[in-house]
Nanobody
């Protein structure tokens, strides 16, 4: 499975961005998909995860109420709508996929995108 992120960039605090992640290859083996982020000097952290049907979603407390994860299985694409962005949201964002569902531990994900930079200025 190959994952390709798009949609990152520079935005002012309070603004919005929408990340997309297109999946290619053996996507039939993917059950859970998620977003993670890593800021300079920090560990990779969980942002949000969604199962195949979209019926099970989980968010990190730091983004709850501001970010929305969704997926379009017909297009094999995962999304992350980010609203009310804060400077502390600045990080490289990664899309990930796993045969398991509802995982928040990045070590449980088998497939990763290359990462995309999101920078929020104050």
């Amino acid at each position: 499975v190959q994952l390709v992120e798009s949609g990152g960039g520079l935005v002012q605090a309070g603004g919005s961005l929408r990340l997309s992640c297109a999946a290619y290859g053996r996507t039939f083996c993917v059950e859970g998909m998620g977003w993670f982020r890593q800021a300079p000097g920090k560990e990779r952290e969980f942002v949000a995860t969604i199962n195949w049907s979209g019926g099970r979603i989980n968010y990190a407390d730091s983004v709850k109420g501001r970010f929305t994860i969704s997926r379009d299985n017909a297009k094999n694409t995962l999304y992350l709508q980010m609203n009310s962005l804060k400077p502390e949201d600045t990080a490289v964002y990664y899309c990930a996929a796993t045969p398991r569902a509802f995982e928040v531990d990045f070590r449980k994900y088998d497939y990763w995108g290359q990462g995309i930079q999101v920078t929020v200025s104050s």
